[in-house]
């Protein structure tokens, strides 16, 4: 019995060991990779807002407002001119309806509001069918298909099989309404709470 005894302390103290030395290692791992993540988030954010929008001379203050019955805040970057004024801004928003949930996108809208260019920033579509939002919509040879060039006032940003002016992904209507659903978002967002689209001054007040 005593030989049995010992040999469960020592199978203890061994997984105990086991279990020390994985979870310090996965911490190191983690600090290790922390920066670089967050780096390499950072620069994508940044290069999709510079693709989105016209030129620029710089980027005013980020931002943050949180729409009427939206779960999270959205976020606006103002791009400037030389005189310091306003004439676009790029929009993170948001889709929680995707086919497999969660999406992001920067959208870019001028001084008009017609949207200068997006870029998908997150998602979990489904490879070949919803995942082509990333580059169906960006097509401006297909009137009827893309959103570029075109004025969600204006415009109804919403997939044909809707009733609306947008040609919808073959076999991916619903990741298509989610991306659309984040576009109208961001630009009746921009509209409402702020003094149009061409400036980030708040009309109500309820930046979060």
Do not use: C
């Not at 005593?2 to 203890?12: G, I, Q, T, V």
């Not at 976020?75 to 999406?103: C, H, W």
């Not at 097509?139 to 919403?158: F, G, R």
């Amino acid at each position: 019995m005593a030989k049995l005894e010992s040999s469960f302390k020592n199978m203890l103290i061994a997984l105990f060991g086991v279990t020390f030395v994985a979870s310090a290692s996965l911490g190191l791992v983690n600090d290790i990779t922390k920066a670089p993540i967050a780096e390499a988030e950072k620069a994508k954010k940044t290069n999709a807002i510079a693709a989105v929008l016209p030129e620029f001379n710089h980027l005013g203050e980020t931002e943050k407002m949180l729409p009427d019955n939206a779960k999270d805040s959205l976020e606006i970057y103002p791009a400037l001119n030389d005189q310091g004024e306003v004439i676009a801004n790029a929009v993170k928003t948001y889709s929680y309806n995707g086919f497999n949930g969660y999406i992001e996108v920067m959208v870019g809208f001028n001084h008009d509001g017609i949207i200068t260019g997006y870029r998908v920033l997150k998602h979990e579509e489904t490879p070949g069918l919803g995942s082509k939002m990333k580059t169906w919509f960006n097509d401006i040879s297909k009137e009827n298909q893309t959103i570029l060039e075109k004025n969600p006032e204006k415009v109804n940003l919403t997939v044909s099989k809707d009733g609306g002016d947008i040609d919808g992904i073959t076999a991916a209507t619903i990741s298509s309404r989610a991306f659309l659903e984040s576009v109208n978002l961001a630009y009746n967002s921009l509209h409402d709470i702020y003094d149009g689209v061409t400036s980030a001054t708040s009309k109500k007040g309820d930046k979060q």
